[in-house]
């Protein structure tokens, strides 16, 4: 007697009742005996290629000081490094595929036109745009980032470092936000009247705010939530940094600080305040993310102290070489005193890229791995740790990590992706915000 499996293969017609007793000779059989299991394929994972990983990556940078370079030396993002650490072959090169430029404004040099430098930076990064569509575009969103990333661009996005920008105004502040700011570093390393700085917190000449933050100073935090702004804490003092924690209804960032536990610099963040960081936010918040410095001073402690060791003899020989450009009537600009910082930063040895990676990594298991990022501080610092050289050696980074045993979901976080997810909170917390009837904002605005 044929198989029940035999008679349904045969091409020949069959009985009415062969069907009918193959039909329940099927129907008695274990479900087993009816049909063949699916043979099982061994499961293989092509291993991890640092490169491929990084090259699939969004790798954001969230701070760069190339628009000095644009604006005062009439730099184009198209020719050749000389020197700088950012230029688009570099760019392509590294994968970078967002970058805020800084929109720093010197308080010293600048005094008394704050706002006019600040326009004068940003019509810098609209003018790269404007000159070279087809390698770069202006981003004001995360959609923008993703945009920028599928038509293979440079997506350009700024931020102020510095609240003496807006000049004690809500009404600059909202300006610079349409004009497309997205971040703002509550201080440089100068306090200025509503927010302390790390910088001169211990400068007793200087009038410090009595808990971190001025009524005026909780405004400006509650208009940058509204605007969708985000709030940069880096630069500001410590005790700045826990009132804006508390005062913040969105999660706060650093865009470029490091590990105070393994540099002990004021600008970089204690261990305390990188599990905050991870907190911020309001209720439901994912929390904040915390942007690694490169700057050898805040990543090596030897380093540090080297650096500070020869500060005197440092700022002697550059005050003569500033007094001597004024006398000649030459310009004295950022860029001029970088390279004077430079000369001196050349006499340390740099540290070895383990120490940034080292940084990345204690932040990561301090406050998860979903609180770290990259904040290169490129073109604004004199000395990077070896084989960082400009953005070109992003690439390093990746591999690095994952040689540590950091996994590709690991590295997709910390080169972009923990930043899109604080950034998408923050313009979610401001539609919230906006559609309130009474914003919380006080009546009484400082006199100008």
Not at 42 to 70: E, G, L, S
Not at 103 to 121: C, F, M, N, Q, S
Not at 321 to 329: L, R, V
Not at 402 to 407: E, F
């Amino acid at each position: 007697m044929p198989c029940p499996g035999d008679l349904l293969q045969s091409p020949l017609p069959m009985p009415a009742t062969k069907i009918s007793l193959t039909l329940l000779l099927m129907t008695a059989l274990p479900l087993a005996a009816q049909s063949l299991p699916a043979k099982k394929m061994p499961v293989t994972h092509a291993p991890q290629n640092a490169a491929t990983v990084h090259k699939n990556a969004i790798v954001i940078d969230t701070h760069a000081d190339t628009t000095q370079r644009m604006l005062d030396d009439k730099y184009d993002l198209a020719q050749p490094l000389d020197g700088g650490h950012l230029n688009f072959d570099a760019a392509k090169k590294g994968n970078l595929g967002a970058e805020f430029f800084s929109i720093w404004v010197e308080p010293d040099l600048y005094k008394g036109h704050y706002a006019r430098r600040t326009l004068e930076l940003i019509d810098a990064v609209y003018q790269q745009a404007a000159k070279h569509p087809d390698k770069m575009m202006m981003a004001y969103s995360p959609e923008d980032i993703l945009k920028a990333h599928r038509g293979h661009k440079l997506a350009a996005l700024m931020g102020i470092e510095g609240g003496h920008s807006i000049e004690d105004s809500l009404g600059l502040l909202r300006d610079y936000y349409r004009l497309g700011v997205r971040y703002m570093t509550l201080t440089w390393s100068n306090s200025n009247g509503w927010a302390d700085s790390s910088g001169d917190i211990n400068d007793t000449a200087i009038q410090h705010t009595q808990d971190g933050l001025s009524d005026f100073g909780k405004d400006v935090v509650y208009e940058m939530n509204r605007l969708g702004m985000m709030i940069d804490i880096s630069h500001v003092s410590d005790k700045t940094f826990y009132r804006t924690v508390i005062t913040s209804r969105a999660p706060v960032f650093a865009s470029h600080s490091s590990a105070r536990a393994l540099c002990d610099a004021p600008r970089n963040m204690t261990d305390d305040m990188l599990r905050a960081v991870a907190r911020s936010g309001g209720p439901g918040s994912k929390g904040g993310v915390v942007m690694v410095n490169f700057y050898s001073a805040f990543l090596s402690e030897d380093y540090r102290k080297a650096w500070e060791a020869q500060a005197p003899a440092r700022k002697a020989a550059e005050q003569a070489a500033i007094d001597k450009m004024k006398a000649e009537g030459k310009p004295v600009n950022y860029s001029a005193i970088n390279e004077l910082d430079k000369q001196w930063a050349a006499k340390i040895p740099r540290p070895p890229l383990s120490v940034l990676i080292d940084h990345i990594d204690h932040i990561a298991k301090g406050a998860g791995i979903d609180h770290v990022g990259l904040g290169s501080d490129f073109d604004g610092i004199s000395s990077t740790p070896q084989g960082i050289d400009s953005v070109a050696d992003l690439p390093k980074i990746t591999a690095a990590l994952m040689a540590r045993g950091y996994s590709a979901s690991d590295c997709d976080k910390i080169l972009g992706g923990n930043f899109l997810r604080v950034f998408r909170e923050v313009v979610a917390t401001s539609k919230e915000l906006q559609a309130q009837t009474r914003p919380r904002i006080a009546q009484r605005q400082p006199a100008h």
